[in-house]
């Protein structure tokens, strides 16, 4: 079993910066990929960026040069820092985690899932 709670979401203006965290427990071994995901009203889940335990990190291209996920092991926190963020950014951002070492962006692969944290993006 593994606990997901997120924190850090906010209303910023067009051009802003927020930091997501994504405090975690349970097995490491349930969570060899740990991901974030977002999913605005009247669209599907989709997948932000991910981090796997071996080191390798994954972005989709629309976030890519602006996002950056890292993972503090000491503090068993996951964090999504969030440069230039942009109106179509707003979305209900969700962590997530599995046991599989090569999980990539696609949400139905994750076994656990936070309660998320809304992010907003004003013009």
């Known amino acids: 079993q593994v606990q997901l709670v997120e924190s850090g979401g906010g209303s910023v203006q067009a051009g802003g910066s927020l930091t997501l965290a994504c405090g975690y427990a349970?097995?490491?071994?349930?969570?060899?990929?740990m991901g974030w995901f977002r999913q605005a009203p009247g669209r599907e889940r989709e997948g932000v960026a991910v981090a796997r335990e071996d080191g390798s990190r994954i972005y989709t291209s629309s976030v890519a040069g602006r996002f950056t996920i890292s993972k503090d092991v000491a503090k068993k926190t996951l964090y999504l820092q969030m440069n230039n963020l942009q109106p179509e950014d707003t979305a209900m951002y969700y962590c997530a985690a599995d046991p599989n070492l090569f999980r990539g962006l696609i949400s139905d692969d994750y076994q656990y899932w936070g309660q998320g944290t809304q992010v907003t993006v004003s013009p």
């Open positions: 349970g097995s490491v071994d349930s969570r060899r990929s």
